[in-house]
């Protein structure tokens, strides 16, 4: 895998910590361009913990990220975003008193491009039809799959090339989390790049082509999403079969 | 942090109001309707209260009479349907009205208990106040940063005019358009208005090197540097006639610097006047109107511009708003210098009026006035904070030493009230905060902010950008 290839995305022997906790014990990922991988994963074994080290959020203390050929292993979250890595955070984080339509300008800060980002408001709108009903309404008094969806609609605001989803199946009816999947493969099809992390690792292998198994902080198997899923360890653990 | 409204005990008035409301408007009328019903309620109710129980007290006046007029006609009539001018009406209502004030601050009628209406000297004293309430809204309001030593600010700005417009460097004898100073006056004297202008940019800059090391902390953290950097300003004040002991005169210690030059034009100064008409307060007074519209200029557009909304959302949650791209240390630094730029302004003005510094004036104290006046009318809103400031000044300079004398004289009591000051306004505070936490006029979004009842979550540690 050269950068050739389309090497979009490069964690090498990353370490992150929080305080003495070692979160994060020597991580190697690799995203190519107009993939889908997905970090599935028990509770605490780092995907949070892995997407903020690479959007500047918690700085790896050994080990290195490169985005684009360009080192960004101690980058600021805003130079990350500026250069085209957007994040819908776990547990949505939306800005709770703002309406819907400022959560979505908000999340096209970086940009200048009035236009562009009109246009990209009408296709965010075009994806969630939902949300442009509830454009004046303030975020925090969405519903939890609403706000799902504001999340995911304020990341695609700043028109990533890396767009990282930090589950966001994550507490939504059946019924709206295929229509998250949906979306994600949608957007991904139109171009962008995406590092999923989910919970639900049966429907996270459907849509992906690779994935990352990581286990209290290391990368425990890494394969083909279809592999994957045929893994006898991974079915047991994560899938819920016997 | 959920605060309710804890409004029960009004509940049953509400009610009723309520009931009336339909009966007059029908069911079905617009907010619009409703409001205006209800602001002319209150009118009437206010008036009625005056004439019943004030005017056998006090005795008919038909100052009173036409303030209530005025009062009626700026606040019941929903000014804003009117389409485009509408928004302007009551701002310049109320603006006129602050600009002939001196005309009629004489002929005004004695509020009950709270004595006479300021007069137009300390009105400039309340515009001043306005003005550093604004400026420190910026860093509290809009930025959620919690500053407890804005009075350093005050200070710096204070202090550049002093140096520069008094003959304080006696050795020096640099002119530089100065008012009606002659020119064999020793002393750095340099024109006012220009030293206003350095004013508020040295202070920005201070305030970007106070910020840059202390923006990383958070809330409390910030809250207490903030703290112990406005405790140093009136030390060094106090200590620098002899400036970390090499003899060279500062500040010229406890005894501040005076006189200060005043504001002016040629040989035309403020502190001379002109004929009856130009009367140096009323100068004062016109001009620090104008910074003041300038101080609410610059902050409206400031909240509306990009910066603005950067800063709303850091104050909304600062870790999702690094994840959108906002440099949290660039965008938190412009709101410390915006708030600085114009506590220094007003600080300098200040002094020019008095045509005195000293330390004392740069006490901790000031700072939690000022902070006070900006939680009391409201954060974030500007007329609010403006309205917080205005009162509160006036307590300070007038009203607090009135009432005292009032409540000596009808109840025979012997107390000190001004001295009770900083009690009077932490109860002003309790009382606001029980009854009305979002201010006297809050925002719109901090009003959401009580209302819809999100609170914040924990946060984890993002401190670059
Ligand atoms: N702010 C923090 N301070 C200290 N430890 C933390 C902090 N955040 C996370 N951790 C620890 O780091 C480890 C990895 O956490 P992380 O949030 O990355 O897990 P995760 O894989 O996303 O889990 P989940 O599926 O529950 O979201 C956990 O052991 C967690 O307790
Ligand atoms: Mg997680």
Redesign the pocket.
């Known amino acids: 895998m050269t950068e050739g290839n389309g090497l979009m995305l490069e964690l090498k022997d990353v370490h992150t910590f929080?305080?003495s906790?070692e979160?994060l014990k020597g991580i190697s990922i690799d995203v190519r361009e107009g993939e889908i991988v997905t970090l599935i994963?028990a509770?605490?074994?780092?995907?949070?913990?892995?997407l903020r080290s690479i959007n500047g959020l918690n700085h790896p203390r050994r080990g290195s990220i490169r985005f684009e050929g360009r080192d960004i292993t101690n980058a600021s979250p805003h130079s990350v975003v500026k250069m085209g890595i957007a994040q819908s955070p776990?547990g949505r984080r939306l800005f709770p008193r703002m309406s819907v339509h400022e959560n979505l300008e908000m999340g096209a800060f970086q940009r200048a491009d009035r236009k562009g980002i009109r246009e990209d408001m009408d296709r965010v709108f075009e994806l969630f039809p939902r949300l442009q009903e509830r454009r004046t309404q303030k975020a925090g008094t969405l519903s939890g799959g609403e706000q799902q969806m504001c999340a995911i609609g304020r990341a695609l605001m700043a028109r990533p090339k890396l767009l990282m989803l930090d589950?966001p199946s994550m507490g939504l009816a059946p019924i709206f989390v295929e229509r998250i999947f949906e979306t994600i493969v949608e957007v991904n099809k139109q171009g962008t790049t995406i590092l999923l992390?989910e919970?639900n690792a049966l429907m996270a292998l459907d849509v992906a082509s690779r994935g990352y198994v990581?286990e209290t902080?290391t990368v425990a198997l890494a394969d083909e999403a279809k592999a994957l899923r045929q893994n006898e360890q991974v079915r047991k653990t994560y899938l819920g079969e016997d | 942090m959920a605060i309710r409204r804890r409004t029960g005990f009004l509940d049953p008035v509400r009610e009723r109001v309520e009931v009336l409301e339909r009966r007059v408007l029908g069911d079905d009328a617009g907010p619009v309707a409703r409001r205006t019903f209800n602001r002319g309620l209150s009118a009437v109710i206010v008036g009625f209260l005056g004439m019943l129980i004030l005017a056998p007290l006090y005795g008919f006046s038909v100052a009173a009479i036409l303030a209530w007029l005025v009062f009626v006609v700026l606040y019941v009539p929903p000014w804003e349907v009117i389409p485009r001018v509408g928004r302007f009406v009551r701002p310049l209502l109320a603006l006129s009205l602050a600009a002939t004030y001196p005309f009629y601050a004489l002929n005004m009628f004695t509020i009950p208990i709270f004595g006479a209406f300021p007069d137009v000297a300390t009105g400039v004293k309340m515009l001043v106040f306005a003005m550093m309430a604004i400026g420190l809204n910026i860093v509290v309001g809009y930025a959620g940063l919690l500053d407890l030593g804005y009075v350093a600010f005050y200070a710096i700005g204070s202090y550049t005019v002093a140096w520069f417009a008094s003959i304080q460097f006696a050795h020096q004898n640099i002119h530089f358009w100065p008012a009606g100073v002659p020119s064999s006056l020793p002393g750095i004297h340099i024109s006012i208005w220009l030293l206003l202008a350095l004013a508020g940019i040295l202070t920005a800059i201070v305030g970007v090197i106070i910020g840059l090391p202390t923006l990383r902390l958070r809330g409390d953290y910030l809250a207490i540097v903030t703290l112990g950097f406005g405790e140093i300003m009136p030390q060094v004040a106090r200590n620098g006639d002899d400036f970390f002991g090499t003899g060279f005169n500062l500040t010229n210690g406890p005894n501040g610097i005076t006189p200060i030059d005043s504001p002016g034009f040629g040989s035309f100064t403020f502190l001379a006047g002109h004929g009856s008409f130009f009367t140096p307060d009323r100068l004062f007074f016109w001009t620090a109107i104008l910074l003041v519209l300038f101080t609410v200029f610059c902050s409206l557009r400031l909240r509306d511009s990009r910066l603005g909304r950067a800063w709303i959302a850091i104050r909304e949650d600062e870790t999702a708003a690094a994840a959108m791209g906002v440099p949290l240390m660039r965008t938190k630094t412009w709101a410390y210098a915006a708030g600085a730029f114009f506590g220094g302004i007003a600080g300098g003005y200040y002094a020019s009026f008095k045509s005195a510094t000293f330390p004392g004036d740069f006490f901790f104290n000031i700072s939690v006035l000022i902070l006070c006046m900006v939680i009391l009318g409201g954060m974030g809103n500007i007329w609010g904070v403006m309205v917080g400031a205005l009162f509160l000044e006036y307590l300070d300079s007038e009203g607090l030493a009135n009432t005292g004398a009032w409540l000596n004289s009808n109840l025979g009591l012997n107390i000190d009230v001004p001295k009770y000051e900083f009690g009077i306004f932490g109860l002003i505070l309790v009382v606001v905060m029980l009854f009305r936490p979002q201010g006297l006029i809050p925002s719109a979004r901090r009003k959401a902010e009580f209302e819809v009842g999100v609170h914040d979550e924990p946060l984890?540690n993002a401190t670059h950008g």
């Open positions: 929080y305080g906790i979160a994963g509770n605490g074994a780092g995907k949070s913990t892995t776990e589950e992390v919970q990581l902080g | 984890y």
